[in-house]
Every structure is written in structure tokens, then in C-alpha cells.
């Protein structure tokens, strides 16, 4: 398959120019944030350890999840009031994770980037394999296969551009 990249990058110049307003043009967002992003653990001990215990995320609540009889619901502070949660199914067989169109590519969370060092060194300590990107930038997969970024860019920024 030949990508044509002119064609693409033309079409983002014209969905640049027809959506794309200067920050101080753009309307103020209907939202006021970001509540949470639920993923799917598993194992909630083993993503507890990992979350609360490598990546220094506290966990805030384990609560019963309403949805589905002897499910858990937990949540991980990742600041800023955000937080990261999951869900674990007992009895179902969900299977591994899998990226597929239209899902969960990669969960990306801003840290200092003092932060950001000693965060990629508690992966390494614990066996976690990553890769680096751009010196910023940190991938591996939690215990049950998704993608995590660390980001040492600022929360609104990426690589050095404004995003928001």
C-alpha cells in the first residue's frame, strides 16, 4: 500500500483552515474536564502495585461497580484532579488487550520533568520494558497490555507545540 503523504497533509491544511480557530478566537469548551479514563485490570492487586506502588499514582477509592455484580471500580490520582480508573470483571473472559480501530490507543499522563527520570528509572528497576521518545516521552504497557505515556511536556503542550 503507497500512502500518499501531499494528499494527506493537504487535507489537514484544509481541516486546519475550516476548524481551526486561534486560541483567543476559539469558544470556551462545554466541559469542564477530563472525570476519568477507565481501563480494564485483570488483577486489581497487581494494578494497584503497579500503578500505586512503580508509577507513584495514589489510589483514591475501591468501590463496587454498579454495572456488573462483584466488579470492582478503583481510581488512581494522576493530578491535577484527574484520575485514572478501572474496572476488573470477575468470571468473564475478556481476554488480553488489543489496540483495535476505534479503541484505546495509548492513555498519556504530563509529569515534572525531574519526575519524568526518575519515573523511567522505577520502570527499568522493575523490569518494565519502555522505550524513550524525543527525551519527553516514556511507552510501556501496564500489567494487563495498555499503552502509557509519560510526558514530560507541560500539561497543553506537546513537543514543544501549543496544543490548547
Known amino acids: ?68 455484580p462483584g466488579s470492582s471500580h478503583f481510581f488512581f490520582d494522576i493530578g491535577h484532579e484527574n484520575l485514572l480508573a478501572f474496572f476488573d470483571f470477575p468470571g468473564l473472559d475478556l481476554g488480553p488487550y488489543a489496540e483495535v480501530l476505534g479503541g484505546l490507543h495509548h492513555v498519556a499522563i504530563s509529569v515534572e520533568p525531574a519526575r519524568w527520570e526518575e519515573l523511567v528509572g522505577r520502570l527499568t528497576e522493575a523490569g518494565v520494558e519502555h522505550v524513550v521518545h524525543s527525551g519527553v516521552s516514556v511507552y510501556f504497557r501496564d500489567p494487563d497490555g495498555a499503552r502509557i505515556e509519560l510526558i514530560a511536556d507541560p500539561l497543553g503542550e506537546m513537543y514543544g507545540e501549543h496544543v490548547l
Open 1 to 68: 500500500m503507497t500512502i500518499d503523504l501531499p494528499a494527506i497533509e493537504a487535507t489537514r491544511a484544509r481541516l486546519r483552515e475550516t476548524h481551526l480557530r486561534p486560541t483567543g478566537e476559539r469558544p470556551a469548551s462545554t466541559a469542564r474536564g477530563l472525570h476519568h479514563t477507565a481501563l480494564v485490570s485483570s488483577d486489581v492487586e497487581r494494578t494497584i502495585a503497579f500503578y500505586q506502588g512503580v508509577l507513584g499514582f495514589p489510589l483514591t477509592e475501591l468501590i463496587d461497580n454498579r454495572d456488573y
